[in-house]
């Protein structure tokens, strides 16, 4: 093995003629030496400079007078070249002595071999006397620097020495040396000081002195495996005695002696840790805590419930309430977010006081939110009197900064839940039920209800998987005509979501964009919607069999509302190629209602790009007759809670009936298209058509 040698210095090659044969033994022989030895050479000219050795030889034995004093000198370049491997002097011997006479420039015979065995006996000489020389120079190189590690171990020690005097005496922890007994061999100023003893007081007393009588078993115990050479490091809690009789919270480790340790001194560092023990009380009070109430936090609550859940009496049980205040954005967008903290902590003053004659624990969860656990007792009001009363108290209005404030709050009630509910379980109840009422509208509170859990535990189950189920092609677009009730005629198509579970087979249209309008999906899955109807009408034309049927698309209240809808559906129509005025697009009559007015701005501004207008959910109110009056709407269709209403009641004299028949007469006098969804049978269709209404789709539509 061979490799570059810094500055090495190539010989100038004698100007001979070499036979092939010389060639191919230097070759032998470098390569030979290469797999002994590691050769910081280069290949190239480690051959050369074996070269110019054979060359010098073959001059030798070739030339009168004989003399070998050269061949001594090539057998020390050997060695100077890195040629020293256990048998890179035998390779050389046996490479050349076959090598050599086999050369076809060289003579034979007796004197050729007298002087073949002497050049060798020469070179093996130089060689031999080259590796004593580097031997005996590197026998002296390492007493030498035996020498140096000793004087500078020796320094070493003396330094260590020093900086442990100094980091005795400078040290933030207390430092001491004990024996064997643990008694005091030498002790830092530090040490005194968090004992309260003056320097120089400790002398004379032992480690175990300084613990606590019912706590030294430990740290003997301890000290003892030291001494016994069963551990090299031991580390121990420890309240310590002070010289006033205080406690000193401590962490000690103690260090058995160095095997050179020729005083067999044991090691013990003390570090107080009283400030810090104090101080870890406080952050973990602060960590269970609300610090703006000062309450118990959501942490503390969980965990004390889950004890609480366990030892409850059976008999009265527990009651759990989960409260939202209902104005407190409002006060805090309006009055600052002072007025809302103070309010936060008078809320928390006030239940505090409703229940300070139960065994009750107040928590604050967050935000606005507040929880109470109460254990009943058999004199416990019953959980209706109770939200009566927290609302009370809520109610009424409380001065903060020179502002009366009062928000009472939604609340969900868990009132002695059934064994088997764990504390998370039971949480969760009570926020469903607090979810649920407040969907009810403001302060309203709900009980738990395990059915109604489960059916909203459904809901949003449904909910977050839609998303999921769109990825996996579950999702599909599905048409359904829409037919003139006077004729039969289909004049239209819908375009319906519908999605495949694998578990609750068919959801229709309304089921999923009513989890698509809770998730936030209904964006990005309205704008598919549209672009996968409006390509299918785009390609019946492209095959020749479009036959003109309007497209009708209806959206959703926050679709109604999107800032960019034009874009969107402009955007779907450039992509598509269907024409503005074959689509219908549905708005929502509450959207349409909504302050702000983006809704009814979006259905102008759609309707000025020529796309068809509609009004979702239409009934007998004012203002969706107002909403004709406005707006470029082209047709409405009737609110599915009267579609149900009058396939329940067949009476053609009710009330309903005949303020439809006025209304229907209204809508078309503005020449309004009226539309009916849910018709699904003959009897229906029949029905409505007395009563004036023009399309219609459902069941009996096929």
């Known amino acids: 093995m061979t490799a570059p040698l810094p500055e090495s210095v190539i010989p100038a090659a004698l100007p001979v003629t070499r036979s092939p044969q010389r060639v191919k033994l230097v070759r032998t022989w470098a390569n030979s030496l290469g797999t002994s030895a590691y050769i910081p050479l280069e290949p190239a000219e480690f051959e050369l400079r074996l070269t110019g050795v054979v060359d010098r030889m073959v001059d030798v034995l070739t030339r009168d007078p004989f003399s070998s004093e050269r061949a001594h000198e090539d057998g020390g370049d050997l060695v100077r070249w890195g040629c020293t491997g256990p048998e890179s002097l035998q390779i050389t011997m046996e490479v050349l002595d076959r090598g050599l006479p086999a050369l076809p420039e060289l003579p034979s015979g007796l004197r050729f071999a007298e002087r073949l065995v002497l050049l060798l006996g020469a070179l093996a000489a130089g060689y031999t006397e080259q590796v004593r020389i580097v031997t005996l120079e590197q026998q002296e190189s390492m007493s030498q620097a035996l020498l140096k590690s000793l004087n500078e171990t020796l320094g070493r020690m003396r330094s260590v020495e020093a900086e442990f005097d100094d980091v005795l005496e400078n040290s933030v922890n207390g430092i001491a040396l004990t024996d064997r007994e643990g008694a005091f061999l030498r002790a830092n100023e530090r040490l005194a000081d968090i004992l309260g003893y003056a320097e120089g007081e400790l002398a004379g007393s032992t480690l175990f002195d300084l613990v606590l009588p019912e706590e030294s078993k430990s740290l003997r115990d301890g000290y003892a495996a030291l001494v016994a050479g069963a551990q090299r490091r031991v580390h121990s809690e420890q309240r310590l005695v002070r010289k006033d009789g205080d406690n000193a919270w ?133 959980a209706v009197s109770t939200v009566r009363m927290i609302n009370e108290v809520l109610a009424e209005p409380v001065y ?85 009730l006077d004729g039969g005629e289909v004049v239209g198509l819908d375009a319906l979501l519908s999605w495949q579970h694998p578990y609750r087979g068919r959801l229709p249209h309304a089921r999923c964009a009513e989890l698509a309008e809770q998730t936030g999906l209904i964006l990005p899955l309205g704008n598919w919607l549209l672009g996968s109807a409006c390509a299918a009408q785009a390609r019946t034309r492209l095959e020749g069999l479009d036959d003109g049927t309007p497209l009708h698309v209806g959206l959703t209240p926050n679709q109604s509302s999107d800032p960019d809808l034009l874009s969107r559906v402009l955007g779907v129509l450039d992509d598509t190629g269907l024409p503005a005025n074959r689509l219908w697009l549905g708005i929502p009559a509450s959207a349409l209602a909504q302050e702000g007015g983006e809704a009814a701005e979006n ?22 007759l107002a909403h ?63 009563l004036g209404a023009d399309l219609a789709q459902g069941e009996f539509t096929g």
Not at 674 to 689: H, K, L, M, P, Y
């Open 250 to 382: 401590a962490a000690i480790t103690m260090t058995a002696p160095a095997s050179g340790d020729p005083g067999g001194r044991f090691v013990v560092v003390v570090e107080d840790r009283t400030e810090l023990n104090l101080l870890h009380g406080q952050l973990n009070h602060q960590a269970l805590h609300d610090m703006l109430t000062r309450l118990p936090n959501r942490q503390f609550f969980s965990s004390s419930l889950e004890r609480i859940v366990r030892h409850a009496a059976p008999s009265t049980g527990i009651t759990l309430y989960h409260l939202n205040l209902d104005a407190f954005s409002l006060i805090t967008h309006g009055l600052g977010r002072r007025v809302g903290d103070l309010l936060l902590d008078s809320v928390a003053h006030r239940l505090e006081s409703l229940f300070a004659r139960e065994k009750a624990m107040v928590a604050r969860f967050g935000a606005d939110e507040f929880a109470v656990l109460v254990e009943n007792s058999p004199t416990t009001p019953d």
């Open 628 to 690: 004709l009056e406005d707006l470029p709407v082209r047709a409405v269709r009737i609110a599915r809670w009267m579609v149900r209403r009058q396939a329940q009641d067949v009476r053609e004299d009710s009330l309903v009936a005949l303020a439809l028949k006025e209304i229907l007469r209204i809508v078309h006098g503005a020449g309004t298209t009226v539309i009916v969804d849910g018709v699904d049978t003959e009897g229906q269709a029949d029905r409505w058509r007395r």
């Open 400 to 484: 903060l900064d020179g502002h009366a404030v009062a928000s009472p709050a939604s609340i969900g009630v868990v009132d002695r839940p059934p064994a088997g509910l764990d504390a998370a379980s039971l949480l969760e109840a009570a926020e469903m039920s607090l979810a649920r009422a407040k969907r009810n509208g403001r302060t309203q509170w709900a009980l738990f209800d395990p059915y109604q859990d489960a059916r909203d535990r459904e809901m949003f189950s449904l909910a977050v998987s839609l998303p999921g189920a769109w990825e996996n092609g579950e999702l599909s677009v599905e048409h359904r005509p829409l037919v003139r």
């Open 603 to 624: 259905l102008r501004l759609l309707a000025s790009a020529g796309v068809a207008t509609e009004i979702l959910d239409f009934s007998t109110t004012g203002g969706d």
